[in-house]
């Protein structure tokens, strides 16, 4: 069985499987790009490691970030970790204009371990390059189908999409794992072609290739055919065989509705507004395959995410989950994802939230690897003011996967609730993926004091994936500010436009401008309707100066059970 490297340096210990540091025994909290950054200088010690190359290695190529200044930053904190400058003999030397080296001597350190595999996006060759959706979508079915193998660790889905356009053996170096599997995919017409090969991270030996070429109508089997014999290759070539498992394909007899259904993935993941391109792309699958359970439950999360953040009213979103949640709990009770957003709807559309944490809890022990489950229960407990265990249990999804930002999102409004700003500040690390971000920096900033602060993390969330909800968030910022004149003009537009403006986030701008009376007003109607936001009367900051007239306000409605 494969051999676990470690690296020691110091006082450090880097685990490159686990991705985590930790000083004479004790794990050490860093954010991702220092220790990326970290990362590279040990496989290179004494070396210089170019900023060229960090950059690379951080951001993919077009992606639209102050590279220079995101490096320098995630730099700066990396020395934080490793200690002052000025200590002797100081661990990372500065080679100016050029790049960085690590100074301190590295032992590597080997233990027993696992196997361990990245499954890589394909990489799509087709003529017009519009099998983006496809690509992701095998990948992420293919990670599905060996999730169950024993004794194989698959890196963090969040982190391999990072990783999608370095060349493959160097991809699996920076995520830790000893073997990738890579490919390409080709669309031409009505036929379908898919390479894919087992590489070694090392030395970028290929130990299988395999051709699959069908028509496009047989992507359904082509796609069991595929994990079947990735499977086999990798339980013959990592683990010697022995191993007894069954692949499951994708659950629809429909290609259309599974081509739909990876479109929605797609969406989903530019987040801001092309969530409802999603949900589109959803319930046109489902009218192709009414029984299309992970479409359903797909459906379910997209729908809180829109009423969330301000895509669809709070009241039709909740209606939409609740349907979609309760056909897929009805069609397939047995799956661990079906008992997650039936928890959902207990919980959004019924506020029962005693058997929305059993449904939840549930969920989780059916499949303790995903994620979903620990994120909603975690938010249900901060709700109730039980942060330590709503933290705990974020940390547990969170440590499945770390470069995927839903799991970051629910880490960070557990800190965001406790109050624990500092920490909430460093998990909402702004990127292209992960835009919300800039939003709750500027929440935190805003209730520091920190006006300015907060407009610029405004201003660029306006420029991201985020514009509308920023936008929104941008007018009541003005308001608190006193720019009375400016907020007012920035919201008759909205209103003008016909664009949703959430009762919410009324009764916010409403408190913003002193205006109390109509604050309540708004924010009993965003109860009403079932705001996403509602559900944080108790512990949600912004509301701290309303809190106890609010809560009286709404005491004549039913307490949750």
Request: overall charge neutral; charged content about 30%.
């Amino acid at each position: 069985m494969p051999a676990r490297t470690r690296y020691r340096f110091g006082s450090f210990e880097l685990d490159p499987l686990a991705h985590e540091l930790s000083r004479e025994g004790e794990r050490v909290r860093i954010q991702d790009h220092p220790l990326r950054i970290l990362e590279a200088l040990v496989l290179r010690p004494g070396e210089l490691v170019t900023r060229e190359e960090l950059i690379a290695a951080l951001w993919p190529p077009g992606t639209f970030v102050d590279s220079e200044h995101g490096l320098n930053t995630a730099v700066r904190k990396l020395r934080q970790t490793l200690g002052p400058a000025h200590s002797r003999p100081a661990a990372l030397e500065t080679v100016p204009r050029r790049g960085y080296r690590l100074t301190l001597p590295v032992e590597t350190l080997e233990a027993h371990e696992r196997a361990s595999l990245a499954v890589l996006p394909l990489e799509d060759l087709s003529p017009a390059r519009d099998q983006t959706h496809l690509c992701e979508g095998l990948a992420e079915e293919l990670v599905r189908a060996l999730a169950p193998v024993p004794g194989l660790r698959i890196a963090q889905r969040g982190a391999t999409y990072r990783s999608r356009d370095e060349e493959p053996a160097r991809a699996g170096l920076q995520l830790g794992v000893r073997h990738v599997l890579a490919g390409s995919l080709r669309s031409d017409g009505e036929r379908l072609r898919i390479d894919c090969r087992l590489l070694e991270s090392a030395t970028g030996r290929e130990l299988w290739s395999g051709r699959f070429d069908r028509r496009l109508t047989d992507l359904l089997l082509l796609e069991e055919e595929i994990a079947g014999e990735v499977v086999r290759s990798v339980l013959e070539r990592l683990l010697s065989g022995g191993a007894d498992v069954t692949t499951a394909g994708p659950r629809t007899a429909s290609a259309d509705a599974y081509d739909l259904f990876l479109r929605a993935r797609a969406a989903w993941r530019l987040r801001g507004h092309s969530i409802l391109r999603a949900i589109s792309l959803l319930e046109r699958a489902l009218l192709r395959d009414p029984q299309y359970v992970p479409a359903l439950q797909f459906l379910a999360a997209c729908c809180y995410s829109a009423g969330a953040g301000g895509h669809l009213p709070a009241s039709e979103a909740v209606l939409r989950l609740a349907g979609a949640a309760r056909r897929a709990f009805a069609l397939a009770p047995e799956d661990a994802a079906s008992w997650v957003v039936e928890g959902m709807r207990r919980e959004w559309a019924e506020r029962r939230l005693r058997a929305a944490a059993e449904a939840y809890r549930e969920g989780i022990a059916r499949a303790p690897r995903e994620t979903l489950g620990y994120g909603w229960l975690a938010l249900l407990l901060a709700s109730q003011g039980r942060f330590d265990d709503a933290i705990a249990t974020a940390r547990r999804g969170h440590a499945i996967d770390p470069g995927e930002p839903p799991t970051a999102t629910y880490l960070g409004w557990s800190y965001f609730f406790a109050r624990r700003f500092d920490d909430a500040f460093a998990v909402f690390e702004p990127t292209p993926e992960f835009a919300i971000a800039w939003i709750v920096r500027a929440w935190i900033h805003e209730l520091r004091g920190r006006w300015d602060d907060a407009l610029a993390a405004l201003d660029e969330a306006v420029a991201s994936n985020e514009t509308r909800w920023a936008r929104r968030e941008r007018i009541r910022l003005l308001a608190a500010m006193g720019r009375e004149a400016e907020a007012l003009d920035a919201y008759e537009a909205i209103v003008e436009s016909g664009a949703l403006f959430p009762a919410f986030e009324r009764g916010l701008l409403a408190l913003a401008r002193g205006d109390r009376r109509l604050a309540l007003d708004e924010l009993a109607i965003a109860h009403a309707e079932r705001s996403p936001w509602m559900r944080f009367v108790r512990v949600d900051p912004r509301l701290d100066g309303l809190r106890s007239e609010l809560t009286r306000k709404l005491s004549r409605r039913s307490s949750p059970t």
